[in-house]
Nanobody, 121 residues
Framework: QVQLVESGGGLVQAGGSLRLSCAAS????????MSWYRQTPGNQRELVAS???????TYADSVKGRFAISRDNAKTMVSLQMNSLKPEDTAVYYC???????????????WGQGTQVTVSS
């Protein structure tokens, strides 16, 4: 069974930094894109940042220049370094991955359980 487990959320003052990590485990043959999304109450989940298997990155305009997504060499862990945090960054952050659990299995999309990030003013 595939699992994505996030860590690193918490409470921080505006202007501070946090680093989120997400580790994929279980029966995994290949992981393609890995991403971070966030969601606030009453709103849809939105893409924050994404990284392809070969390292190409995409960021939401609201976080460009402040957040950085990265991936480990084994391609099973993704991190999000968040700097210059603002109160509007407060949300539950979710890890997301497109992966195959077997060589002959179609790729599927998986979500982590989410981690709360709260930025106080």
């Amino acid at each position: 069974q595939v699992q994505l487990v996030e860590s690193g959320g918490g409470l921080v003052q505006a202007g501070g930094s946090l680093r989120l990590s997400c580790a994929a485990s279980g029966k995994i043959a290949r992981i393609d894109d890995m991403s971070w999304y966030r969601q606030t109450p009453g709103n849809q989940r939105e893409l924050v940042a994404s990284i392809t298997r070969d390292g190409r990155t995409t960021y939401a305009d609201s976080v460009k220049g402040r957040f950085a997504i990265s991936r480990d060499n084994a391609k099973t862990m993704v991190s999000l370094q968040m700097n210059s945090l603002k109160p509007e960054d407060t949300a539950v952050y979710y890890c997301n991955a497109d992966l195959k659990s077997g060589i002959f299995v179609s790729p599927k999309n998986y979500w982590g359980q989410g981690t709360q990030v709260t930025v106080s003013s």
